[in-house]
Structures are given as structure tokens and as C-alpha cells.
């Protein structure tokens, strides 16, 4: 099947992690008590490291374990995206705009939280675009549900309303965008999240 984006991912993180610290192949495989070619393989996408390599590799590059925990434990399934909204015409023209920028995601719409929260009980949520006003809920607290859920869940918030953004911001989101959602606004959340990952689309494509 060849090498998934994923494993390339983790794999350009971890290449981009050994550099900034100034360690060889043959050095972080001395440190992890591997051979080098292991550590070629995992950066080569070719291979992922088990789950009782990861706290070790994460001690070795001064980060954090979750984080490479979060980019390891994908598999090579779809990513799935959602947004929440309880405006139907701003919500089927976000879906527009968030499978333009990721074509190789799975997009989901939902109108109500309940929704949402039921959808991320039995399906891994890569990305929650979140609506901050929905109707008589908080975006805010269905972010933090969401992240109950699954803490590697990256969480941008969508509003009309600037004053909103002290409030999003003291939640674990990774962004946060002003109405009406943008291709150009979407790929620069994109650089800024907590756990990336792919989805296609790259920075190609029309602003708007």
C-alpha cells in the first residue's frame, strides 16, 4: 500500500526534532539503544516505533511524549474533521471551504453539540472547527467535552464576534478564525495546531 501520510508526518517531525538537536541517526539510535537503521526507518516514513519506544524518543528530544504518542497512534485511515454550527447556510459553506483546503479528509457538519459529541465517542476527531454561539451552548464547553474525549483533538474556534477570542483562548484550542470561514484563513490554522497532520490540499488552491 505504500507509505501513508501519517508515517510521513511522524516522520518529518521526528527527522526535523533529531536535527534542532543537533543528533545523528547512529547518535539518537545509540541514546535509544537501537540500530541506525531503525532510526533511518522510522524517518523514512517506512516504519513507525512502538508504543514503548515513544516515551523513550520523547526524552531523548526534550518533548513531550503525547505529542508524539498523538502522531504515532494514527493509523493510515482518513482524518476526520468536523465543524459545528447552528447556522445551516454557514455551516454547509464551511464544509465547502474545509474539503477544498483538505480533500483527503473526512468532513462532517453538525448543527447541535449532542451531535458532535456523539460522533466523537466512536470516530477519532483529528480537527473540531467550533462555532463559539450555538443557540442556547458554548462552543467552549464542547470543546472541552470534545477534548474529555480525546485529548489529541485539535480545536479551532469560528465566530463573528473578536471578543470572544480571551474566552477561546483560555480553553486548549489551537485557534482561532472570525466569520465567514476562508481557504486562506483555514491553512493558516493548519500551520498552528497542536497535533498536525495531513489531509492533502497543501497550500495550493484559490483564497476564496
Known sequence: MGVDCVNILFAETLRKLRTERGLSQK???????????????????????????????????GVD?????????????????????????ILSHGLTVLGQVMPNAAISGFLTPTEAIEYAKTNRVALAVLDIELGTAS??????RLLEINSCTNVVFL??????????????????????????????QLKK????????????????
Request: charged share 25%.
Open 193 to 208: 495546531l497542536r497535533y498536525p497532520f495531513s489531509a492533502g490540499g497543501g497550500d495550493r488552491g484559490a483564497d476564496e
Open 139 to 144: 462552543g467552549l464547553d464542547l470543546c472541552r
Open 27 to 61: 547518535q539518537l539510535g545509540e541514546q535509544l539503544f537501537v540500530y541506525h537503521s531503525t532510526v533511518a526507518r522510522w524517518e523514512s516514513g517506512s516504519r513507525l516505533p512502538d508504543a514503548a519506544m515513544i516515551p523513550r524518543l520523547a526524552r531523548c528530544l
Open 159 to 188: 465566530t463573528a464576534y473578536a471578543d470572544y477570542s480571551l474566552d477561546a483562548w483560555n480553553t486548549e484550542a489551537s485557534g482561532f478564525m472570525l466569520k465567514p470561514l476562508t481557504p486562506a484563513g483555514v491553512r493558516e
Open 65 to 89: 511524549a503525547n505529542t508524539l504518542f498523538c502522531l504515532a497512534a494514527e493509523s493510515d485511515e482518513t482524518p476526520n474533521v468536523i465543524m459545528v454550527d447552528d447556522n445551516e447556510v
